[in-house]
Structure formats: C-alpha cells, structure tokens
C-alpha cells in the first residue's frame, strides 16, 4: 500500500504481541512495508513466527519473543529485550486476544479469569513495562486492538463484551494520563474478520447478508489505520476507538 511522507514509520521500532488469530502476520507486515522494525512477542503456538517472516519479507529486522503475555516477569523481560534488540521502542501494538464465545450461566470462573488475563491483563502488563520506556523518552504511540463489543451487546459473548469493555476505557483513561508526556494511546474496534478467502457459499451466511459491506472483513483491513495511529501524524489523535467493522455498528 502506498506510505503517504507523514506515516512513515522509517526509523521507528514497533513491538506487537501474538495470538492464534493469523492476524498479526498481517499488521506486523504492515508496519514493516511503512517502515519500521518489530518484535514479535506471544507464545511459541502463537502466529509469532509467521509474523517475523512478513516482516523479514518487507526487508525490516524482526525478532520473535518469546512470552507469556500473562506474567509480569515475563512481559518485562521481554519489553527489555526488544530494546536492546531493535535499540529502542517507540510503538507498541497491543494485537493479541482470545475469542469467546458461551451463555453466561455456564461461564466458569476459569474461563472468565482467563479470558480477562489474555485480553485485559496482557495489555496492561505490555502498557506497564514499554511505556516506562516511551515516558522516559517523552513519546511513543499505543495502538490496542479491540472489537465492537466494546459498545455493543452479544448473546453469548457477555465475558468477551466486558473484555471488550474494559479495553475502551482502558485505552481513553491511559491517553489521558499519558497524553502530556507526548505518548498517544488510541484502539482500533474491528468488526469480524477471517483471513480465509471468500467464496460464493460464505457470501450467503447470515452474517456477511447483515453486513452493509456485504463481506467478513480481513486484517488487511485494519493495516491502513494501524500505520497513521503508529505515526507521527497522528499526535492530535488519542483516546480514541475507531472502529472498523463493514458497517455494523450503523445497524445500532
């Protein structure tokens, strides 16, 4: 995709963390293609590797960390090591998250404990240890990537909802705390998205008909946006959740 001169990312070194999504080949690659180097870090059954490669592939330094996005210990260590490994950070994305998807009543307290450690704590935990880096530094950017459930209801989806929930709020308090030591912390709302290719029998689901898009989205979808919210263009820009989701929000 064409870079426009103020999202260039040239220079910058990113960190992104890793889920089983298949996603985050594609906004690590597109970090890459703007210009900057990244550090991968998720666990080993993660897309973690995947992701190096697309970045390789754009001609960027890439490392994988490993890291468990849940422990402190670890997401320090990691923080530190891509520092040293990249010589710096100046953007984190917050990328990893685990769906979920069960009637309240026989959400378990594991279930519910774990999914707020993997989708909340994670970005608390990354937030924590590479901002102490951007503050000493007086600027960086934090891109979190969250979904429409942030503000909209799901049946059968109310742990994932209040996840999504806690991110929003999580992502315009930060900016506000952080906002005058020139660090933006903005989150990006997708809507559904598949990395599998459409065909004629998935443009008949139920889904894809109620979607003014007519169409699942792809990450692809969300590159774009994650490089300007990454950039210095957008400095005027934080505390915000822009969502991206085909249209289905305006059906709320």
């Given at each position: 995709m064409?870079i426009p001169?103020?999202?260039d990312?040239?220079?910058k070194?990113?960190i992104?963390?890793?889920?089983r999504?298949?996603?985050t080949p594609h906004?690590a690659?597109?970090?890459?293609e703007?210009?900057?180097?990244?550090?991968?870090?998720?666990?080993?059954r993660?897309?973690m590797?995947?992701?190096?490669?697309?970045?390789e592939k754009q001609?960027?330094?890439?490392?994988?960390i490993?890291?468990?996005?849940?422990?402190?210990?670890?997401?320090?260590?990691m923080?530190?090591?891509a520092v040293?490994?990249?010589?710096?950070v100046d953007?984190l994305v917050?990328?990893?998250?685990?769906?979920?998807?069960k009637?309240?009543e026989d959400?378990s307290?594991t279930e519910?404990?774990?999914?707020?450690?993997?989708?909340?704590?994670s970005?608390?935990?990354?937030?924590q240890?590479?901002?102490?880096?951007?503050l000493?530094?007086g600027?960086?950017r934090?891109?979190?990537i969250?979904?429409g459930?942030?503000v909209?209801g799901?049946?059968?989806?109310v742990?994932?909802?209040?996840?999504?929930?806690?991110?929003?709020?999580?992502?315009s308090a930060?900016a506000?705390?952080?906002?005058?030591?020139?660090?933006?912390?903005n989150?990006i709302g997708?809507?559904?998205l598949?990395?599998?290719?459409p065909?004629?029998?998935?443009?008949k689901?139920l889904?894809?008909?109620?979607l003014?898009?007519?169409?699942k989205?792809?990450p692809n979808?969300?590159a774009t946006?994650l490089?300007?919210l990454?950039?210095d263009?957008?400095d005027?820009?934080t505390?915000?959740t822009i969502?991206?989701d085909?249209?289905?929000?305006?059906?709320?």
């Amino acid at each position: 995709m064409p870079i426009p001169n103020e999202w260039d990312l040239t220079g910058k070194n990113a960190i992104i963390t890793a889920d089983r999504r298949g996603w985050t080949p594609h906004l690590a690659s597109a970090l890459a293609e703007a210009g900057a180097n990244v550090a991968v870090a998720g666990s080993e059954r993660s897309d973690m590797a995947a992701a190096v490669a697309a970045v390789e592939k754009q001609g960027r330094k890439s490392v994988a960390i490993a890291t468990d996005i849940m422990d402190a210990a670890s997401v320090s260590a990691m923080a530190d090591r891509a520092v040293a490994e990249l010589g710096g950070v100046d953007i984190l994305v917050n990328g990893a998250a685990a769906e979920f998807g069960k009637r309240f009543e026989d959400v378990s307290e594991t279930e519910w404990q774990t999914l707020m450690d993997f989708n909340v704590k994670s970005m608390f935990l990354c937030s924590q240890a590479v901002g102490r880096t951007m503050l000493a530094q007086g600027s960086g950017r934090i891109v979190n990537i969250g979904s429409g459930l942030a503000v909209r209801g799901l049946g059968n989806s109310v742990a994932a909802c209040a996840a999504q929930g806690a991110i929003h709020q999580f992502t315009s308090a930060l900016a506000l705390e952080w906002g005058r030591n020139g660090i933006r912390v903005n989150s990006i709302g997708a809507g559904w998205l598949t990395t599998d290719e459409p065909t004629e029998e998935s443009q008949k689901e139920l889904l894809v008909r109620y979607l003014p898009s007519r169409r699942k989205g792809h990450p692809n979808d969300l590159a774009t946006l994650l490089v300007y919210l990454a950039s210095d263009a957008c400095d005027f820009v934080t505390g915000q959740t822009i969502f991206i989701d085909g249209g289905a929000l305006a059906h709320a």
